[in-house]
């Protein structure tokens, strides 16, 4: 009998070790509680921005054999949010950041202004929400227009 049970308990030992080390390892921080590596302060931070590439007007995305894609809507100024009305309208949000006139000075808003540059936002806001409705034979939306526009200000609602 006691043969039998050392035999089990190294069979089940050796299949916990095992299937230990077939499972998949998670990779670093993606656990319940991720260890993160102590800030890293520098007098100049590190700023990685993605630079703006826009499409040309014959660039689009590459799909499956047989189907075919167009744009929407084209030329939105910095489209930020959509939103679908159940009547299957769709509803974007054209903005920039608020203008704040002390960020502009110095030479933190010098390098504040290239990298918003670098990213295609250092353009005025145009403040509106666009109405796009419809669909034409293309896949193009056949109504735009300017549902609701705002006077630039400083407030977030």
Same mark, same amino acid.
């Given at each position: 009998m006691h043969r039998y049970a050392c035999s089990f308990l190294l069979a089940a030992a050796?299949?916990?070790?095992?299937a230990h080390a077939q499972a998949p390892a998670m990779p670093?921080?993606?656990?319940? #509680?991720?260890?993160?590596?102590?800030?890293?302060?520098?007098l100049i931070p590190t700023v990685n921005v993605a630079p703006v590439q /826009? &499409?040309?007007?014959? #660039?689009r995305p590459a799909v499956a054999a047989g189907l075919a894609i167009?744009?929407?809507?084209?030329?939105?100024?910095?489209? /930020? &949010?959509l939103y679908v009305l159940p009547n299957g309208d769709v509803l974007v949000a054209e903005t920039n950041a608020p203008p704040k006139?002390?960020?502009?000075?110095?030479?933190?808003?010098a390098i504040m202004q290239m990298q918003m540059k670098k990213a295609g936002a250092a353009?005025?806001?145009?403040?509106?929400?666009?109405?796009?409705?419809?669909?034409?034979?293309?896949?193009?939306?056949q109504t735009r227009m300017a549902w609701r526009r705002r006077a630039a200000c400083s407030c977030r609602d």
């Open positions: 050796c299949g916990a070790h095992l670093v921080g993606f656990v319940p #509680q991720p260890v993160l590596p102590a800030p890293d302060k520098q /826009r &499409w040309t007007a014959g #660039q167009h744009a929407y809507a084209r030329d939105l100024d910095h489209p /930020r &949010w006139p002390d960020d502009s000075k110095g030479i933190k808003g353009t005025p806001s145009a403040n509106r929400i666009t109405l796009l409705r419809g669909v034409d034979a293309h896949g193009v939306a």
